[in-house]
Structure formats: structure tokens, C-alpha cells
């Protein structure tokens, strides 16, 4: 019997050796967002990894969303694989799943990671990107309204 007890022991040990040292490390992140101009709707963020997604995320499989009541001044991701994130935050004040446009300029709050200069159009990745290198981050994210 001892003999038996400690072959299932050795067998175990590829799974203990996983699930303490050998996984992947993760991380929480949490996104502040400011200025933002009224509690109507609804806030849309969208945490992406793709330069190719972003800042749409919309297919990006892989990429992490929530959509939250415009109240909301703090959203959090935890379980996040360590690396380079950006995210982009839409006021969806009238709740219709997407940012409303006149000619082309948001009618609608919106906001990036590290808060780069707008221009014509929004930020391209690299401009919004941060390293998520350690337990825990933050991001706080200013909403910038056109009208």
C-alpha cells in the first residue's frame, strides 16, 4: 500500500508544479474614468490586446468588455494575462450599443488609456498602449466630449 500511495503523489506532481509556479502570471487591472459629463447611459469599455481591434474590439475575440451604468467611476479586470493592454471607454448616454456620429465627430463622451492627443480620428495603439507587468495596475481614463 505505501508503495501505492506515493506513485499517486508522483503523478500529481506535473499538476502542483502548474498550478504554483509553472502558470501563466496574471494580473488585475483597474480603470478609473473621469470627466465624465453626466450619469445617463451607460459606459462601454473595451480592453484589447490587438492593435488590429482597437479601439472597436469588435473582432477581437479575445478582447474584454463591460458595459456598466454611467455612475460607475471604477471598472475592474482580474485574471488578466500579463502584456501590453489598451483600452477605449465610450458614454453611451442614450443606451443605443454604439457611439452616435454627426459628420463623422462623436456626438458622444469617449476616452483612451494614457489619455493621447485626438486628432482626426482616434489614437492608434501604440498611442494608447501600457504594460500590465505586475499584480495589479491602473489606468485612469479623462472623457473628452466634441459637442
Known amino acids: 500500500m505505501p508503495a501505492r500511495r506515493s506513485a ?3 503523478l500529481l506532481l506535473p499538476l502542483a ?10 494580473a488585475r487591472l483597474d480603470v478609473s ?5 453626466s450619469d445617463k447611459g451607460l459606459l462601454r469599455v473595451c480592453l484589447t490586446a ?3 481591434n482597437f479601439p472597436g474590439c469588435v473582432d477581437d475575440v ?3 468588455t463591460r458595459s456598466v451604468p454611467a455612475g460607475t467611476r471604477t471598472v475592474s479586470f482580474a485574471g488578466l494575462p500579463r502584456g501590453g493592454y489598451a483600452v477605449a471607454v465610450i458614454h453611451d448616454e442614450n443606451s443605443n450599443n454604439r457611439l452616435d456620429t454627426f459628420a463623422g465627430i462623436p456626438r458622444e463622451g469617449f476616452g483612451f488609456s494614457r489619455n493621447p492627443a485626438i486628432r482626426f480620428g482616434p489614437p492608434r495603439f501604440a498611442a494608447a498602449r501600457f504594460m500590465l507587468d505586475s499584480d495589479a495596475e ?5 472623457m473628452r466630449y466634441i459637442f
Do not use: N, S, Y
Open 8 to 10: 499517486r503523489w508522483l
Open 17 to 26: 508544479a502548474v498550478l504554483t509556479g509553472g502558470a501563466v502570471p496574471v
Open 33 to 37: 474614468v473621469a470627466k465624465i459629463r
Open 50 to 52: 490587438d492593435p488590429d
Open 62 to 64: 479575445r478582447a474584454v
Open 138 to 142: 491602473a489606468q485612469q481614463v479623462q
